[in-house]
């Protein structure tokens, strides 16, 4: 009697123990599946570099001086170690590079005062390679956001969107990537390159809540722009743009991450955006 009392008090405390464990890693599951995907990101290849290097080929706005770069020192020291250092100077809108919104917008947010929070977010690539083929002044509208829209739901708040033109193939062929390969004033109205619609902007700001937008070309209001009213209806909500951005080709439609982080020039304009994507 006493012993199968004692066997019975013995299943209820293994019992016990055996559902304080099931409890526990219940509770702790989510956090271990959390710290392997974390480990798993940075082992992956699926990174993708969306940044051109800076050398005296990158392509400048014609009317701005690109970049340069010159030794201070390279090669053996006397004390007999190897030691190089360069000094280099550019316009801040040249290459992969942010817009700041102040670059359009006065007392827009200098490129210093835009948050880290602003330049990391889930990316929305707006595929339009296909229409600017016929036309390379094609202009992207509220109609391709909706046409996206369609296929892969509504732009969630927080994205970055992507435009994806197709005109990262040319870089750095300046003639097929700005239309001209001529410098200076004169250059200025013979550039030809997709960018986003003036409308398509006004109806992104209203409708849709993003951090950022950037895409594969030189700028965001397309080449024969003289007002650059995308620029300014971006600016004015402190939204920055990255231009210039590479291998978009190379992304999903939906379900990136994106880094945007530019160089931190206190009350900047802009500056070299290294911009980077996990998928
Ligand atoms: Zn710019």
């Given at each position: 009697m006493l012993s199968s009392l004692l066997i019975e008090k013995n299943k209820e405390r293994m019992g016990n123990i055996f559902r304080e464990h099931i409890i526990i890693l219940i509770l702790f599951l989510p956090f271990l599946n959390a710290g392997c995907a974390k480990r798993d990101i940075f082992t992956q290849d699926n990174w993708i570099d969306l940044s051109y290097d800076f050398s005296e080929e990158t392509i400048f706005w014609p009317t701005s001086p690109s970049f340069h770069k010159e030794s201070l020192f390279e090669g053996q020291t006397e004390k007999g170690y190897y030691y190089s250092a360069y000094k280099f100077c550019a316009a801040?809108?040249?290459?992969?590079h942010i817009d700041a919104p102040v670059h359009f917008y006065e007392g827009g947010n200098t490129v210093d005062k835009i948050s880290v929070k602003q330049l990391i977010g889930h990316a929305v690539v707006i595929d339009i390679s296909q229409k600017t083929i016929a036309d390379p002044d094609y202009q992207i509208t509220k109609e391709d956001f909706l046409s996206w829209e369609n296929k892969f739901g509504r732009i969630s708040d927080g994205s970055i969107v992507l435009l994806k033109t197709g005109y990262g193939k040319y870089w750095p062929d300046r003639k097929k990537y700005m239309g001209t390969d001529k410098l200076g004033e004169e250059a200025v109205k013979e550039l030809h390159f997709p960018g986003l619609h003036p409308d398509g902007a006004k109806w992104l700001v209203e409708n849709r809540n993003i951090k950022a937008i950037g895409l594969d070309t030189p700028s965001i209001d397309y080449g024969q722009s003289t007002y650059f009213q995308s620029h300014v209806t971006l600016f004015k909500a402190n939204i920055p743009a990255f231009e210039n951005v590479a291998n978009l080709d190379k992304l999903p439609p939906k379900g990136a991450i994106v880094f945007a982080l530019p160089m931190k020039t206190k009350g900047g304009s802009g500056g070299p955006l290294r911009i980077i994507a996990h998928y």
């Open positions: 801040e809108h040249g290459g992969t």
